[in-house]
């Protein structure tokens, strides 16, 4: 059965021109031009992936972006009209789990939606991986600390395994964008950096001061095989 996608975007034309181009790549598209509308809708109703605009006539997409994620673990890609780096940031640390900057090519949209779909739908490998408090369940896709599940996009999921399976060693960022399903957020080297944020948010004791996931300056991230 084919994907269902919300689309929040308030533009009649390029919601339009968007419903158009996903339908016929097979998608199966319901719009909704305002956020409260889209809230209501992904309240009701069970979709595979949201394209979310950031700005909205009444609610913004940052803050549907914080309610969906806070119900949900549905996949968002949030459309950026002014491609400011400071938006990109701020919905990933809502929980988007891509951005793409107005105005796109409807091919590039449909790849990141798609990347975003093949993570989500990826299947779960079997077993679980223990790092003292932390366990990685990737049976269920999820994180626990202490027994406790903790809230990671899918992509920030894919990318603790890739470097937790790799524990001890140093990885650049090309090197975890490689690695996690061939994700293609060319345009803003940094936004790694927002997804390792937010997955320290969730594991760490003190994100600040990190004793898991580690930065190598100049170089990239380690995952700490044991903790000091």
Request: hydrophobic fraction near 45%.
């Amino acid at each position: 059965m084919a994907d269902r996608i919300l689309l929040i975007e308030d533009d009649p034309r390029l919601a339009r021109m968007v419903d158009d181009y996903l339908s016929g790549a097979g998608f199966r598209v319901t719009q909704a031009a305002t956020g409260r509308a889209g809230l209501a809708l992904a309240q009701r109703e069970v979709f595979d992936a949201m394209v979310l605009d950031l700005m909205l006539p009444d609610i913004d997409g940052l803050e549907v972006c914080r309610e969906v994620r806070a119900k949900a673990q549905t996949p968002i890609l949030m459309l950026t009209a002014r491609g400011d780096a400071m938006d990109r940031v701020v919905g990933l640390e809502m929980g988007a789990d891509d951005y793409l900057p107005k105005p796109f090519e409807p091919r590039e949209l449909l790849a990141r939606l798609r990347a975003i779909l093949r993570r989500a739908h990826a299947p779960a490998p079997a077993n679980t991986l223990t790092f003292g408090r932390l366990e990685i369940d990737k049976d269920a896709r999820e994180i626990r600390v202490d027994g406790a599940a903790r809230s990671l996009t899918s992509y920030q999921f894919e990318l603790l395994l890739a470097m937790a399976e790799r524990a001890g060693r140093v990885l650049s960022r090309d090197a975890l964008f490689d690695l996690v399903k061939g994700e293609t957020i060319e345009a803003f080297d940094r936004s790694i950096d927002v997804h390792i944020s937010r997955i320290r948010a969730a594991i760490e004791d003190d994100p600040k001061k990190p004793r898991r996931v580690l930065t190598v300056r100049g170089t990239g991230y380690v995952f700490a095989k044991a903790q000091e």
